[in-house]
């Protein structure tokens, strides 16, 4: 049913009122504050000065640990490292008795000694069991007492 | 599109507004929800007939605009309509969620009415008159419905309504036609509707 054109007159004055009705509302200020808040929010997690302070601090102090940490595992390892493997890896002298004095004349002999001698000494083998011989140089004083042993790789 | 108030010589555009806000600028987002809320609180308040679902609608509209104002195009399509889109999406998802057309608030109806004695007639008159407007306007399909409430409540272009409601020019011409008749319509069997119903009552009272 096609409406008439009085009806059509009837309605477009009714929704111009309505139109004029409804231009009066305003959203409540609530709904504002509720809408800025939520940017609030959203945008204090990833800007704004607080938050970069934060992640100075944060990454400051992971700077820190980590320096620490890794001392921490030096030192550790350092004082765990078996003496031998130092002196085989480096082939640096491993000191058992008096320190050498400067220009005191030595002689060095090379021996063949079971590692369990080395253990002994407190110095655990590098390698092979207890039984087998480890080739070792042995730094003598002229009293005849040993002042270090290098032991062979 | 009467309701939206215009931005003056001074003022930046709602584009300039919309770059801002993508890159964090709360001034920005705050001139454009006082720019643009009214509109898409009215457009909200219509489709579903409910303050409170509108003001979810219109949060949640601008809740959108903030996280996504870096992908607005304005080659696209003006802010308005932009928002439009939007809050379509939004109210339609509203809709489906509670699966009905939620009851007409009584303070929806007319919520700054301010009735003195002198006017009171005429006031209730006026305000059942817009009661009945409303009810049948909720009462349309929803495709109706929104050409309706964007063209002939809010002013917007058969142009712009196009691109907010995702269709062509020709289809808004045809949806309105077609729903001012069924407005007409019920509008015609609301008041029959009254008439026998006033006449019922008297003839109860007598």
Same mark, same amino acid.
């Given at each position: ?33 509720? &809408? ?47 003496? &031998? ?27 063949? &000694? ?17 039984g087998?011989?480890i ?19 | ?9 001074g ?40 303050n409170?679902?509108a003001?979810?609608?219109?949060q ?20 308005a ?32 009415a ?55 020019v ?37």
């Open positions: 049913m096609t409406p008439t054109r009085h009806e059509n007159c009837r309605l477009a004055e009714a929704l111009e009122k309505l139109r004029r009705d409804e231009a009066r509302l305003e959203t409540p200020p609530h709904i504002e504050a509720a &809408v800025l808040a939520a940017w609030d929010r959203a945008h204090a997690e990833t800007t704004g000065p607080r938050r970069v302070w934060r992640n100075l601090a944060a990454a400051a102090a992971a700077v820190t640990i980590a320096i620490g940490l890794t001392q921490l595992g030096r030192q550790l390892e350092r004082l765990t490292r078996p003496a &031998v493997q130092q002196a085989a890896n480096s082939r640096t002298l491993l000191l058992v008795g008096e320190p050498i004095l400067q220009g005191e004349p030595v002689r060095m002999v090379r021996m063949r &000694v079971p590692a369990s001698t080395l253990t002994s000494l407190g110095v655990r083998p590098m390698a092979g069991t207890p087998e011989h080739d070792v140089d042995v730094i003598v004083g002229e009293d005849g007492v040993a002042r270090a042993i290098r032991v062979g790789r | 599109m009467r309701d939206v108030p215009r931005a003056t010589a003022d930046p555009t709602d584009s300039d507004l919309m770059r801002r806000t993508a890159a964090g600028d709360r001034d920005a987002f705050t001139a454009l929800y006082k720019r643009h809320h009214a509109m898409v609180y009215r457009f909200a308040r219509l489709m579903t007939g409910s409170s679902a003001e979810d609608i219109v949640e509209v601008f809740l959108v605009v903030m996280r996504d104002a870096g992908r607005y195009d304005p080659a696209r399509a003006a802010l309509s932009y928002l439009y889109g939007v809050a379509r999406h939004q109210t339609r998802r509203r809709l489906a969620r509670d699966r009905q057309f939620v009851a007409f608030d009584e303070e929806c109806a007319d919520a700054t301010h009735v003195t004695e002198d006017d009171v007639n005429a006031t209730l008159e006026r305000r059942q008159a817009l009661l009945r407007l409303r009810r049948a306007i909720l009462s349309l399909p929803r495709r109706y419905r929104e050409v309706i409430v964007v063209c002939d409540l809010q002013d917007v272009t058969y142009n712009d309504a196009a691109v907010a409601l995702g269709c062509a020709g289809t808004i011409r045809s949806r309105l036609h077609r729903a001012r008749n069924l407005l007409t319509q019920k509008m015609g069997c609301a008041t029959s509707s009254e008439e026998g119903h006033r006449r019922l009552n008297m003839r109860c009272a007598v």
